[in-house]
């Protein structure tokens, strides 16, 4: 999955002069040009951009998936399909029983609760609907370990938001794909908060 990702984005910034329609390529050469004139400033220490293209290169951690919907499938397909990970490398969680025999069906490992992916998952996808986000991660925030990394999909779910329902040293990314994901090919924006430094940063774009 070709995933290019606007990291500690400012949308208004970027936008200047690119237009809706460009196609992912040209978006983010479009991006690397704009920041590179303008933007992007090493010595600027409050504010940092960066315009990456994830790798294929293959993710020696666990993926899990609190909540199994279309989007957690897409994205979970396209790891697999472009070798990111194994298909035995993922499991998921989901109420509906036919979402969990869907993941089963593609090699991953489905289970009954949410505190079982976050317990046994490196990256955790919060892929639930935006009003159940809060409880699932409250939920999860127990077992999380200290160098989980938590993504969230979710519309509307700021990283305040995040940070508030898994704790504050959490490591937690937020990321807007949109339905090309659906197709294996997608342009989205993340933002990073908590603890997530350079290293998370290159996980999470992976």
Not at 57 to 63: A, C, T
Not at 94 to 103: E, G, N, Q
Not at 191 to 202: D, E, F, I, M, S
Request: net charge positive; aromatic share 4%; charged share 20%.
């Amino acid at each position: 999955m070709r995933l290019f990702a606007l990291a500690r984005l400012d949308m208004q910034a970027l936008s200047r002069g690119i237009h809706t329609h460009s196609t992912p390529s040209t978006l983010a050469a479009a991006c690397r040009a704009r920041l590179a004139n303008s933007c992007y400033a090493p010595t600027h220490t409050k504010r940092r951009y960066s315009v990456l293209v994830a790798s294929t290169m293959s993710l020696n951690k666990r993926i899990g998936f609190m909540g199994s919907g279309q989007m957690a499938e897409a994205l979970a397909r396209g790891l697999i399909d472009r070798g990111v990970v194994q298909a035995s490398q993922i499991c998921c969680s989901d109420p509906a029983s036919a979402r969990k025999d869907l993941f089963r069906s593609l090699g991953c490992t489905p289970y009954d609760t949410n505190l079982e992916v976050a317990k046994n998952c490196d990256v955790v996808f919060v892929s639930v609907k935006p009003q159940y986000v809060h409880t699932v991660l409250t939920e999860a925030r127990p077992v999380l370990k200290d160098d989980s990394l938590v993504i969230s999909i979710a519309a509307g779910i700021t990283v305040a938001q995040l940070l508030e329902a898994a704790g504050p040293n959490a490591r937690v990314c937020r990321v807007m794909p949109n339905t090309p994901c659906l197709v294996g090919e997608s342009a989205a924006a993340m933002c990073l908060g908590g603890k997530v430094g350079a290293g998370w940063l290159c996980r999470a774009e992976q």
